[in-house]
């Protein structure tokens, strides 16, 4: 058996100890004496630092510091603090061999002899710089954050704890909410609902939710902290350590107020271009089937003249006549309203006294209504005139009335009245800058629902019963007044009433009334007639009616067989057209016959209140339906011109 003194074994120990702090890499490890001077050097003080060991023992470990460490006395101190607590241990800046700095975790202990005094130290140093850099890095990239989150404005960005309290508040937060930091770090996040939502305990069902979840999203009506409420849509997630633990809560919040202000604005401007391209649709097909009716109206109304002269003194049969006289008239009625809604009614404008107009209509209305409707009827002194055909202005305004009627089946008062009102250039209610007098009728009745609202100036929308209303009446009332440069407004809730508001442009202006072309007498010696209409039945009845008058008639089915009729018959002595024919509209036949007879008068025929271009001069405008008289005297005064 082998057997080794103590002092071999020692050795041993020694050596081996050396062999394993020399294997270590990551660290520096040596020892300096009592005045800093190195004495060992390992493989990894000369990876870290840079020195060879037989360039570095023997000098003083103070160069290791940086010159501004050096000239603070950072090395001396470190070892009076190693001696005074038995220990030193900072993280700093230290220099390589190069001069290049890095970033150490040092420890200097003290080695004490055996009486415990110090001999020396043992000092060891590791290089940090990979993790100090990582750690720059981090805390720079949440720097970046915290500024990133703190610049935005347009959300509000903030932390909540486990409870709900808010731990942090970026700008945003403070410009949507109007709590500054200090006002609300620290408390519950529920301020920010409404008292109704904490009642149902909204806000702890949103943080159950993110945390079950890990998401909640919503939007609603949140409180700012003035007591205003704003639309917000809110999402809270859930912040979760390492563990999977929830530590807390992220809230952002976006004041959505204006957005769906501009989301509804369109919704509301799609669903009035829609509105406005149904009833432009409506309106056309309205103004066409009123235009044939035009046609067949005067016909038959011109048929039951001829008539009347043929059956002399046949009481049954001109009782009979008389009763298709009224239906007749009940048509014409009609198309007048259909082409008021179309928006094609050939108006009278002239400046009206309002004053007289509604005074004059009193009895009738009156009249008109039922015993059980009281009405009241104030219309104050000195109204301007309004600018509108007088004719149709009443009409309109008895379809009002007895609209307001019909709502109060069992009676009540209807009101009705005028007043004045200003309109300046940025105006709420889509009409030019001006002075406007408002007409009101105000019933007592049931009122109406906003869907019946809605669509209550529809064409042929209506509530009452089959065959007790065409459905035109307010339709008829709105065309005129648009036509007129002003509009209807109905104001009704249900069980309240409703109120229907005329608007018409006021005016100082005294428009001459359109003057009555006086009575003629018979047709003009051999007067001759080119009467140009594509229908049949009402070119037919007119010839006759010309006829019967004294005047020579040609007849023509179209534009290109007028043109023909007048290069052939240079003795024709006006141009009697209808407007709306196809191949050739009664403007352009004018322009073109105007080319072969310059000087040849034309009557233009037509239901339309609109014309693609000025009627020319020497020519003159007659509206459909017509009477032979109203033909023949129009013949007459162009003949006489």
């Not at 038995?86 to 700093?92: K, L, V």
């Not at 508040?169 to 949507?176: F, K, L, S, T």
């Not at 917000?232 to 390492?242: C, N």
């Not at 107020?257 to 604005?265: C, D, F, H, L, M």
Request: with cysteine.
């Amino acid at each position: 058996m082998n057997s080794y003194s103590s002092s071999e074994m020692l050795v041993s120990d020694e050596g081996r100890h050396r062999l394993l702090i020399d294997a270590i890499l990551d660290y520096a490890i040596y020892m300096i004496d009592r005045d800093g001077i190195v004495s060992s050097w390992n493989a990894g003080a000369q990876r870290i630092k840079g020195y060879e060991a037989y360039e570095i023992v023997g000098e003083n470990f103070s160069r290791f510091y940086t010159e501004e460490d050096r000239a603070a006395g950072a090395p001396a101190r470190a070892l009076q603090t190693a001696i005074d607590e038995g220990r030193f241990e900072a993280e700093g800046w230290r220099v390589r061999k190069g001069g290049e700095r890095f970033w150490a975790h040092v420890i200097i202990d003290p080695i004490r002899a055996a009486n415990g005094e110090v001999v020396g130290f043992a000092k060891i140093t590791r290089d940090l710089s990979e993790r100090m850099h990582a750690r720059e890095e981090l805390r720079r990239s949440e720097e970046q954050f915290r500024l990133l989150v703190q610049s935005v404005t347009d959300y509000a960005i903030f932390l909540l704890d486990k409870k709900g309290n808010v731990s942090s508040w970026n700008a945003g937060a403070e410009r949507i909410k109007g709590y500054k930091p200090q006002e609300i770090l620290t408390k519950h996040f529920s301020c920010f609902y409404t008292e109704e939502d904490r009642a149902a305990g909204i806000p702890g069902q949103a943080l159950e939710t993110a945390r079950r979840e890990g998401r909640w999203e919503q939007e609603g009506v949140r409180v700012r902290k003035d007591g205003t409420k704003f639309l917000a849509h809110v999402v809270i997630d859930a912040i979760k350590d390492e563990a999977g633990t929830v530590t807390g809560f992220a809230k952002v919040t976006q004041d959505i107020t204006e957005r769906r202000r501009i989301r509804n604005a369109l919704e509301q401007s799609q669903r009035a271009l829609f509105q406005s391209q149904k009833m432009e649709s409506i309106g056309q097909l309205t103004g066409g089937v009123a235009h044939d009716f035009n046609n067949l109206l005067t016909a038959i109304s011109n048929s039951h003249e001829l008539l009347r002269k043929r059956l002399g003194n046949d009481a049954k049969g001109l009782a009979l006549l008389d009763n298709a006289i009224r239906g007749t008239e009940r048509g014409i009625s009609l198309t007048q309203r259909m082409l008021a809604f179309a928006r094609r009614q050939d108006l009278k404008i002239e400046s009206i006294d309002l004053g007289e107009v509604m005074g004059g209509m009193q009895g009738l209305l009156e009249r008109s209504l039922q015993l059980s409707v009281t009405l009241d009827m104030e219309v104050p002194q000195g109204l301007p005139h309004v600018l509108s055909d007088a004719n149709q202005l009443e009409t309109a305004l008895l379809n009002l009335a007895l609209n307001a009627r019909d709502a109060m089946p069992r009676g009540g008062i209807i009101r009705i009245g005028a007043r004045t009102l200003s309109l300046s250039a940025m105006n709420g209610e889509n009409l030019p800058e001006g002075d406007y007098v408002i007409i009101t009728i105000t019933d007592s009745g049931s009122g109406m629902d906003e869907g019946t609202l809605a669509r209550a100036v529809e064409p042929f929308f209506t509530t009452k019963g089959v065959g007790k209303g065409t459905g035109l009446g307010l339709s008829m009332a709105q065309g005129l007044a648009e036509q007129s440069g002003g509009k209807l407004r109905l104001d009704s809730k249900l069980g309240y009433g409703t109120t229907a508001s005329l608007w018409l442009r006021a005016t100082d202006a005294h428009i001459a009334k359109r003057e009555e072309i006086p009575q003629a007498a018979r047709a003009s010696s051999h007067a001759c007639v080119l009467l140009v209409d594509d229908d049949s039945l009402v070119r037919a009845t007119a010839c006759a009616l010309l006829e019967d008058a004294g005047y020579t008639v040609f007849a023509a089915e179209s534009g290109l067989d007028a043109l023909e009729i007048a290069a052939k018959e240079p003795g024709i002595d006006i141009l009697v057209t209808d407007q709306i024919m196809p191949q050739m509209t009664g403007l352009q036949l004018l322009e073109a016959i105007r080319s072969i007879r310059p000087e040849l008068p034309v009557i233009l025929a037509t239901g339309y209140a609109e014309l693609s271009r000025p009627m020319p001069a020497n020519s003159a405008r007659l509206a459909k339906p017509f009477r032979v008289a109203e033909l023949t005297r129009m013949i007459e005064a162009c003949l006489q011109d």
